[in-house]
């Protein structure tokens, strides 16, 4: 440590502060590995879900499990989730409401991703290539929910956008504020043999267990590495 640090502050502090980085990196290790664990689990979730159980308005579902639901397709109302990037292009997710009951919220079905064709997109065109020629469906996919960003400028809706609504990393609460209507708490992702769709392949999420694990020690090393100096320290003064 360098001598005038150590003439500045008493040897106490620096013991302080280098014992509560050192319980940080390690309380951030630990969470990494956390991380990666259910990350883990994640996967053996998503690889075990082979069946495609009914969903009915009222019943437990959980992460990744593999649904059909029967209903009819809202397709006025879509929304076009703007700037989700897919293999280095910009691009929608097409979002449409599933009414499975006249009294039932509304189920949100992700029919998959399109590419933009333009910076100022031609919304009808778009309306075309979205729409299905049979209404009443049954739809088959995974329990997922809406893409989320660390961060969000602007508003959920884009101004002045109808039908096709376009939205930019909304949360329910904005498609229930648009719809009129509740919508149920997860969202269905359109299994990739269903007719209907667009470019579909569902994984869970993009950063793998494995980077959890190398991150975890990472901070793992950073605080033995200052446990070392710490002790080191603490025996020079001590000769």
Do not use: C
């Not at 969903?55 to 397709?75: C, I, M, S, W």
């Not at 293999?87 to 009414?99: I, K, M, Q, W």
């Not at 007719?195 to 694990?213: A, I, N, T, Y």
Request: no cysteine; aromatic share 10%; proline share 6%.
């Amino acid at each position: 440590m360098n001598s005038k640090v150590e003439k500045s502050l008493p040897s106490w502090l620096l013991f302080v502060v280098g014992t509560l980085l050192v319980a940080q990196f390690a309380g951030l290790s630990v969470w990494q590995i956390s991380r990666g664990l259910s990350k883990i689990e994640d996967q053996r979730a998503f690889d075990a879900a082979d069946r495609f159980a009914t969903f009915h308005h009222g019943a437990e579902v959980r992460p990744y499990q593999a649904l059909k639901a029967n209903g009819r397709l809202d397709t006025d109302r879509q929304f076009l989730l703007d700037n989700i990037i897919l293999n280095s292009r910009y691009g929608f997710y097409v979002l449409t409401p599933l009414e499975t009951a006249e009294n039932e919220p509304l189920l949100m079905i992700n029919r998959g991703w399109i590419e933009k064709t333009g910076p100022t997109p031609d919304v009808a065109a778009i309306a075309d290539r979205i729409e299905i020629d049979i209404a009443p469906a049954t739809v088959s996919g995974r329990v997922g929910s809406l893409p989320k960003a660390r961060t969000r400028t602007g508003h959920a809706i884009v101004a002045g956008s109808n039908w096709p609504m376009r939205a930019v990393y909304p949360s329910l609460a904005d498609l229930e504020q648009q719809l009129g209507r509740p919508v149920q708490p997860f969202v269905l992702l359109m299994d990739p043999e269903d007719d209907g769709g667009f470019l579909r392949h569902w994984v869970p999420e993009e950063m793998g267990p494995s980077k959890h694990f190398v991150y975890a020690f990472q901070w793992f090393a950073m605080g033995a590495a200052l446990t070392g100096l710490l002790v080191w320290h603490y025996r020079k003064r001590s000769l």
